[in-house]
């Protein structure tokens, strides 16, 4: 059974940071590319940022670029995304996805 599991999300202050996780099993993790997909409150899915199968290479959104950075451990079947400066309008569920399979999302909130 494949299965993504996000975690680490929260309620921070704007400029803070998170670090949220994937958890991923059930299918060959090293072999796909991965995504970060948030979504907004009314609102629908953005892409945030895409890993390639070996981790080495990254893109990002103009809107997270310089402030998120992914990272992915085939080892141990993770993604990561380090958010930092965070900003009110990144309050969104986090997603993690191999655009085939999706996790349940990891809510974040930026609020003071």
């Known amino acids: 059974e494949v299965q993504l599991v996000e975690s680490g999300g929260g309620l921070v202050q704007p400029g803070e940071s998170l670090r949220l996780s994937c958890a991923a099993s059930g299918f060959t993790f090293s072999n796909y590319v991965m995504n970060w997909v948030r979504q907004a409150p009314g609102k629908g899915l953005e892409w945030v940022s895409s890993i390639n199968e070996g981790g080495g290479t990254t893109k990002y959104a103009d809107y997270v670029k310089g402030r998120f950075t992914n990272s992915k451990d085939n080892a141990k079947n993770t993604m990561y995304l380090e958010m930092n400066s965070l900003k009110p309008d990144d309050t969104s569920m986090y997603y993690c996805?191999?655009?085939?399979?999706w996790g349940q999302g990891t809510q974040v909130t930026v609020s003071s």
């Open positions: 996805t191999n655009l085939r399979y």
